[in-house]
């Protein structure tokens, strides 16, 4: 038994416990006990490296998924959604989704249209989804060459985490979850924010540490989602640094992975917050010595121009009334909601960032 303590979120659409375990073995114990009506998706690496563990999980129809931005779509939920008519899934059945974000997102947008909502139990194998994603039951899909342009909201029933599943996850992965924790700690109480500066200086992108800063995430995190499920006002400071990482993503072909492009995001926010004297100068500051020392300086492609990012924006689903809903840092613990124009002044701010001071350096 793990010796974190489980989380129980409140969902207006029923209330679901997150369930920490220390072993694969004893996480889909949790699953093969409970009702046999079950349905599995599964990351396939996920599944070609824990498959021994997770034998017992044999017993129920299982598609395995491979992972890639390009099969986040309608045409994959097609895919999915024919394989359960075909395996006999009722109304009744519950879907079972095991690994990273990609796979959350294509259980919970399945789970919401299949016989108008099924449900369905989450068990994250990323250290991003385990520290972020997993609560607050939204999920998205990329439209045309656009991220995250369609999705919808639908709690889980049950979420297990299990660290075990980190062991086998490539270095890239986990800086990239650490890139998630970093915000996650920004939108909590400040001494998260203390916390998190102090594990890194100790103990780097360290695995064994890595269960305390899970559940210091996820607090963070609920205590938001619960406040604000469907993000009509609160939720939306979760968005921080996402609009100019999700630019990123979408630019460089996924190259450079979510956690270091909102760790970007996060960055940019940061000198922009500045130079509208809204964030501290002494903060974002910090934030950039800390980004440099700790986290992988990907290269941005000289294809990735201010114009370009800008325009991308424009699609973003933060978009209102021709303005973008910026969440902008005043400080740890302090972030607020900016309308801003996407207009010439942005992107010459843009560039202005790009000629003083990018974290990452332009090709």
């Given amino acids: 038994m793990s010796s974190q303590n489980d989380l129980v979120i409140k969902s207006i659409q029923g209330d679901y416990f997150v369930k920490f375990e220390d072993s694969i073995n004893a996480a889909v114990e949790r699953i093969s006990l409970g009702e046999n009506d079950y349905y599995l998706i599964i990351?396939?690496?996920?599944?070609?490296?824990?498959?021994?563990s997770m034998k017992s999980l044999?017993?129920?129809?299982?598609?395995?998924?491979?992972?890639?931005?390009?099969?986040?779509?309608?045409?994959?939920?097609?895919e999915i959604t024919e394989w359960l008519v075909q395996q006999g899934a009722t109304k009744s059945s519950s879907l079972i989704a095991i690994g990273g974000g990609m796979v959350q997102d294509l259980a919970t947008f399945t789970a919401h249209i299949y016989y108008r909502g099924i449900k369905w139990i989450y068990v994250p194998t990323t250290l991003l989804s385990q520290s972020d994603s997993c609560i607050g039951a939204k999920c998205a899909l990329n439209l045309l060459h656009f991220k995250n342009q369609l999705g919808v909201i639908h709690s889980p029933s049950l979420v297990i985490i299990c660290s075990e599943f980190l062991s086998t996850l490539e270095n890239l992965d986990y800086s990239s979850g650490y890139g998630e924790i970093l915000k996650l700690s920004l939108t909590g109480k400040f001494e998260f924010y203390e916390d998190f500066k102090n594990h890194l200086a100790k103990n780097g992108f360290a695995r064994k540490e890595v269960s305390e800063l899970i559940w210091k995430s996820l607090k963070a995190k609920q205590n938001i989602v619960e406040l604000d499920e469907y993000e009509?006002?609160?939720r939306r400071i979760l968005n921080y640094g996402h609009s100019f990482g999700h630019a990123l993503e979408s630019l460089t072909e996924h190259k450079i992975p979510h956690g270091a492009a909102i760790i970007f995001g996060m960055d940019l926010m940061n000198y922009l917050g500045t130079n509208w004297k809204i964030t501290d100068p002494n903060f974002s500051e910090e934030f950039s010595d800390l980004a440099r020392k700790y986290f992988v300086n990907y290269i941005i492609p000289k294809s990735v121009t201010p114009e370009l990012l800008v325009s991308t924006l424009r699609t973003d689903k933060k978009m209102s009334n021709g303005k973008m809903n910026f969440a902008v840092a005043v400080k740890p613990g302090d972030i607020i909601i900016y309308n801003c124009a996407l207009d010439q002044q942005l992107v010459d701010l843009v560039s202005k960032y790009f000629d003083d001071k990018p974290i990452f350096p332009i090709d």
Avoid: A, C, Y
């Fill in 43 to 52: 990351d396939s690496k996920v599944w070609e490296f824990h498959k021994e």
């Fill in 58 to 78: 044999s017993k129920f129809p299982r598609l395995l998924i491979d992972v890639s931005e390009s099969n986040k779509t309608l045409d994959q939920i097609g």
């Fill in 232 to 234: 009509s006002d609160l």
